[in-house]
């Protein structure tokens, strides 16, 4: 027991030893400031300078607080770094054996300026003609690779890390960044940082810091986690960082992510789960600035949200094209964001928005690099039917080309059209198959220009609003001059109702179109314009005697069943359906008449002929 006694009275005494001989080197403040500067130039290369008062202290650590500091760096005249409050704490055990270990850096008020190199400008691809596009992804490839090959060849960790400390405090910091040209100044505000155990042993480091951007709009960043650095692999280990975001978006985006930044390469290997209002993504995510693709992502979506489209990469989302303004479709396609896009994503999204449309269960599958994006797999589920489709957009040269293939099984056709405001003039299912290639340099031209075939087949239709056999009904009734005593049903439900479809110059082309009434037959032919939507069909409609059970009015002869009735639709798919189509009187009194007067001659020859056989 007495043993156990005698160790701490012995570091007692040690203290005070320490303190006896150390004491007087404290109360000198010029000869700490000299020492202070001297290992700082030592150290770093940077001059310090104090401006205000200097006070010292010995109990619990030794410190050193000084006021008005200001640190210029290796090569400049004036300093870049200056701080309105400047606290030191050193252990003391450590100073025994020659050790330094700082025990604390408190800093308030710092203010940093940096001069940025000159930005590289930025290149226009859009003013490139198709041979100088070829050359510039060339050399865009061969630049990466360059990159790469040197990458890390300069890079090192900041001093302060190099060093162990225990708690970091930083408050009411601001650093701007000054652009060479414009001397436009960028400010970003540190209002609180706080880490502990600072080192480069891959020893866990806690950090929790606040970040604000100004501006008309404030964006300020929240960060709390605890990351590992590996100062001789040049590895950060970020584990469970949560970072959120506000003002950037109209709801907060929270962000929780954990992975490796290996800062020679600059690569960042990160699972990550983000969260924007209802929206959440779940995943894995690489980014490599030397490799292609440069964003390379694994994830899983509750919903599409544009906070997503950051995967296109850090120069697709600075590019003004990416602004989003009102669009016309005629402004010409944004390429020259297309091609900055190098990119590789297999996303599972629950459910994805395309104005007006919403598709479910989406799986894709896609790549995009020097403006081209391949679609390899899209399925989904678009009202009730099963979307499946393949892809390519081409943007590598000025004229931009796509080529699309695929179907969509039992869509359900009211909800289709509710979705796209449209009155549910039909209802039913649908299924079609297409396979469309077009080129252009406006979505609108490129919309015009697509090509190819496209087949409907459909299930249990229905026209809304529109009663084909009362329409035709009321033609024969005039015909057969006697009125309609039936009142008819206010749609029309098909039996059968298909059609082999073409695009090409802009237009739908309708033929043949065939659909199947009980009593009537309908064939014809027409077009839809895709951007204005007006359309105009012609029918030829083959009536049967059994019309004659819709009315007595409706009763045909056969001379009325040997004739086409014409029915003639035009319009916009806005308008009320009740006024799309007609039946045309006057082609049905001028057919009519043609067929009596061949039933003559052939009933006349007939006569002739048996005379002359008699």
């Not at 012995?10 to 010029?30: G, H, M, Q, T």
Request: net charge negative; charged share 25%.
């Amino acid at each position: 027991m007495p043993r156990l006694i005698l160790i701490p009275l012995i570091l007692v005494a040690l203290l005070v030893l320490a303190a006896i001989v150390l004491v007087p080197l404290f109360l000198d403040e010029e000869k700490v400031l000299e020492i202070a500067s001297t290992q700082l130039r030592e150290q770093t290369g940077a001059t310090l300078t104090v401006g205000g008062d200097t006070s010292l202290s010995l109990f619990p650590v030794l410190g050193v607080s000084l006021q008005q500091a200001a640190i210029a760096m290796p090569g400049e005249e004036q300093a870049s770094i200056s701080a309105r409050a400047l606290s030191i704490g050193v252990q003391m055990m450590p100073l025994l054996s020659g050790r330094v270990e700082i025990d604390s850096i408190r800093l308030d008020g710092l203010n940093a300026s940096i001069t940025s190199a000159p930005e590289q400008p930025a290149i226009d691809t859009g003013k490139m003609t198709d041979r100088e596009l070829d050359a510039f992804y060339d050399e865009r490839r061969k630049a990466r690779k360059q990159a790469g090959d040197t990458a890390g060849a300069e890079a090192a960790l900041s001093v302060p890390l190099a060093l162990k400390v225990r708690e970091l405090t930083i408050t009411d910091a601001r650093l701007e960044t000054v652009d060479p040209e414009s001397e436009d100044i960028s400010v970003l505000e540190i209002p609180r940082l706080e880490a502990t155990g600072l080192n480069l042993d891959q020893t866990p480091i806690p950090l929790s810091m606040e970040l604000r951007v100004p501006g008309e709009e404030v964006i300020s960043v929240l960060l709390e986690g605890e990351l590992r650095v590996s100062q001789q692999q040049q590895v950060v280990q970020l584990d469970n960082l949560e970072v959120q975001v506000n003002g950037v978006m109209a709801q907060p985006v929270n962000l929780q992510t954990s992975g490796e930044v290996d800062i020679n390469r600059q690569v960042a290997d990160l699972k990550l789960s983000l969260h924007l209002g209802e929206a959440q993504a779940k995943g894995k995510v690489r980014y490599a600035s030397f490799e292609s693709p440069q964003v390379d992502a694994i994830l899983k979506l509750n919903q599409f949200s544009p906070a997503l489209l950051a995967l296109a990469g850090p120069e697709a989302a600075s590019a003004d094209a990416t602004e989003t303004t009102a669009a016309s479709g005629d402004e010409p396609l944004p390429l020259d964001a297309i091609r900055l896009i190098d990119t590789r994503a297999r996303l599972a999204i629950e459910q994805a928005v395309f104005e007006p449309h919403v598709v479910t269960d989406v799986k894709v599958s896609l790549r995009a690099k020097e403006g081209v994006i391949t679609v390899d797999t899209f399925t989904g589920k678009l009202h009730g039917g099963e979307l499946d489709l393949t892809a390519t957009f081409n943007g590598k040269h000025n004229t931009a080309s796509l080529v699309t293939e695929g179907k969509v099984d039992a869509l359900d056709i009211a909800t289709a059209l509710a979705a796209m405001e449209s009155e549910p003039v039909f209802s039913g299912s649908a299924s079609l198959d297409w396979k469309l290639n077009g080129r252009g340099r406006t979505p609108n031209e490129l919309v015009a220009a697509l090509k190819g075939p496209i087949n409907l087949t459909t299930a249990e239709p229905a026209l809304r609003g529109m009663s084909v056999e009362g329409m035709l009904c009321q033609a024969v009734a005039l015909v057969n001059q006697e009125s309609l005593t039936t009142t008819f049903p206010a749609d029309t439900r098909f039996q059968t109702l298909g059609a082999a479809l073409t695009l090409d110059d802009g237009k739908l082309n309708l033929k043949p179109l065939k659909a199947q009434l009980p009593q009537i037959q309908l064939t014809g032919s027409g077009s839809l314009d895709l951007l204005s939507q007006n359309f105009k069909t012609t029918f030829k409609a083959r009536l049967s005697p059994e019309l004659e059970q819709l009315d007595r009015a409706c009763r045909v002869s056969k001379r009325l069943t040997a004739i086409d009735w014409p029915v003639k639709c035009k319009g916009n798919t806005a308008d009320d359906p009740g006024k799309w189509c007609g039946v045309d009187t006057e082609q049905i009194i001028e057919d009519m008449a043609k067929n009596e007067a061949k039933r003559k001659v052939e009933k006349e020859a007939g006569k002739l002929l048996d005379k002359l056989f008699k």
